[in-house]
């Protein structure tokens, strides 16, 4: 099931390396121009009806039958080997991640030109740069982005005001602010800090990414022991270690302190704005003063889209851009479908979880903003439903839909997708900072450990 929290989970990790590319086959079903088979990771129950509703829009008009098969992104991998091996992959596999579409290219096993020719027959100027960057590798489009979920960091406005305190948009503020907050009752900050879990390696690499810290150089060699990673794995730990809550910190707890009024600040997923809303029924804000206004937490949080260290040269983003892949050997109605599912059907699938489908698709020739215009009006949330627009100030939701340009990943600008995903998938990162805040290593011999262990993993993808 796809984790609301881990947005931006790797589902594929080294294991996927063993699908070779002589199991490039869709099987029977793709050799039939009248139906296709689309496997999606949007696999929970009312996310599958919505999307079951757009293919059929899609089969009215087209005449081709699809055949939706849902997922679940922790069962993906050992679902792939196993179709791989027995020649019958689908046809299009849809909201997979930026390291999910990484390994399958390195597998090869995308239709690379399929997706050129649908980004180029939409527009290519239609879409977010960035996400046409990210799913590219030497200037070759892998795939088709579809829409995006940032990482934010959510914080009190009102005790910022209070307290005179600037908004956490560099890590100096950060750092002032969790300090000034800091109490027996209240922790400055709540952030990921669990070993073993791709929710830390997503926070950190933000914090990473800000300050310069990159996992490769332009020449692709590992640089995890530069000055830039030593000072953002110190940056981050002492602050979850002198300014946080005790034991390891992971999505669940991190919420449940921010919701519970227990937190200053706080890093998640745009997926949290339904739920900070009072939107979904097993997830609601318990602070104080939610009981009397359950719109308390969502109307006195200020959210910022991109941090700045004081070796970064910009401000970075971070954030999970999912995908359409056709697959080789894909049916030719295959390009059909993803041009109609980022077309007529593109509000529609926006509409499945706008929360967390952030559009990077931006308009159309005729309207740029249609689909950003669109986003914004559209209904949130899983038990209640409530348009963004509704709670969330119209600078904000401008904010939030332009965060995707601002997004950086370790590796894929610098062709070391896979790379990448190893590194994440091996909590190489996760378990430094585990230790670090447990027992204080040094940035220094953090950053060696982490430039070792990477270097392996590198020696071993063979690149």
């Given at each position: 099931m796809r984790q609301r929290y881990a947005a931006f989970c790797s589902v594929m990790t080294v294991a996927l390396l063993g699908i070779t590319a002589c199991s490039g086959s869709s099987g029977d079903a793709s050799s039939e121009t009248d139906q296709l088979t689309v496997w999606t990771t949007e696999d929970l129950p009312d996310r599958v009806a919505s999307q079951q509703a757009i293919m059929d829009q899609f089969s009215e008009s087209s005449g081709i039958e699809v055949e939706l098969v849902a997922i679940a992104e922790d069962q993906l991998t050992s679902v792939l080997s196993s179709s791989a091996a027995s020649g019958e992959l689908p046809d299009v596999i849809g909201a997979l991640s930026l390291n999910g579409m990484n390994q399958l290219s390195t597998d090869g096993l995308l239709n690379t030109s399929a997706a050129a020719a649908v980004v180029e027959e939409?527009?290519?100027?239609?879409?977010?740069?960035?996400?046409?960057?990210?799913?590219?590798?030497?200037?070759?489009?892998?795939?088709?982005?579809?829409?995006?979920?940032?990482?934010?960091?959510?914080?009190?406005?009102?005790?910022?005001?209070?307290?005179?305190?600037?908004?956490?948009?560099?890590?100096?503020?950060?750092?002032?602010?969790?300090?000034?907050?800091?109490?027996?009752?209240?922790?400055?900050?709540?952030?990921?800090?669990?070993?073993?879990?791709?929710?830390?390696?997503?926070?950190?690499?933000?914090?990473?990414?800000?300050?310069?810290?990159?996992?490769?150089?332009?020449?692709?060699?590992?640089?995890?022991?530069?000055?830039?990673?030593?000072?953002?794995?110190?940056?981050?730990?002492?602050?979850?270690?002198?300014?946080?809550?005790?034991?390891?910190?992971?999505?669940?707890?991190?919420?449940?302190?921010?919701?519970?009024?227990?937190?200053?600040?706080?890093?998640?997923?745009?997926?949290?704005?339904?739920?900070?809303?009072?939107?979904?029924?097993?997830?609601?804000?318990?602070?104080?003063?939610?009981?009397?206004?359950?719109?308390?937490?969502?109307?006195?949080?200020?959210?910022?889209?991109?941090?700045?260290g004081p070796d970064g040269e910009q401000p970075a983003g971070y954030g999970e851009i999912v995908s359409w892949n056709i697959l080789n050997d894909a049916a030719p109605a295959a390009q059909d479908l993803v041009t109609f599912m980022m077309g007529d059907g593109y509000q529609d699938w926006l509409a499945v979880a706008p929360e967390g489908k952030i559009?990077?698709?931006?308009?159309?020739?005729?309207?740029?903003?249609?689909?950003?215009?669109?986003?914004?009006?559209?209904?949130?949330?899983?038990?209640?439903?409530?348009?963004?627009?509704?709670?969330?100030?119209?600078?904000?939701?401008?904010?939030?839909?332009?965060?995707?340009?601002?997004?950086?990943?370790?590796?894929?600008p610098q062709g070391q997708g896979a790379l990448a995903a190893a590194v994440s998938g091996q909590f190489i990162a996760p378990q430094i900072i585990a230790s670090m805040v447990s027992s204080g290593t040094s940035g220094e011999e953090a950053a060696s450990q982490a430039q070792d262990e990477a270097e392996s993993l590198q020696a071993d993808l063979g690149q």
């Open positions: 939409l527009g290519a100027d239609t879409f977010s740069p960035r996400s046409l960057e990210l799913t590219s590798s030497d200037g070759e489009q892998l795939s088709v982005p579809s829409d995006a979920f940032a990482q934010l960091l959510f914080y009190r406005q009102d005790l910022f005001e209070q307290a005179g305190l600037d908004a956490p948009t560099t890590f100096e503020a950060i750092e002032k602010a969790a300090q000034a907050l800091h109490t027996d009752e209240l922790a400055g900050i709540v952030a990921a800090t669990a070993p073993a879990d791709s929710f830390t390696q997503q926070t950190f690499e933000q914090f990473a990414l800000a300050n310069g810290c990159e996992l490769v150089g332009d020449d692709g060699g590992v640089t995890l022991n530069s000055d830039q990673c030593q000072e953002s794995l110190t940056f981050y730990s002492a602050l979850l270690r002198d300014y946080s809550v005790p034991g390891n910190q992971d999505a669940d707890t991190t919420r449940a302190s921010y919701f519970a009024g227990d937190a200053a600040m706080t890093v998640w997923s745009s997926f949290l704005l339904d739920e900070l809303a009072g939107l979904r029924s097993d997830a609601l804000p318990t602070c104080a003063e939610c009981a009397d206004d359950p719109a308390f937490l969502a109307d006195n949080t200020g959210i910022v889209t991109a941090i700045q559009p990077v698709r931006l308009g159309t020739a005729d309207n740029p903003t249609e689909f950003t215009d669109a986003w914004q009006g559209l209904e949130a949330g899983v038990d209640s439903k409530a348009l963004l627009s509704s709670i969330y100030a119209p600078e904000t939701l401008a904010e939030i839909s332009q965060s995707t340009n601002q997004f950086k990943r370790w590796g894929i």
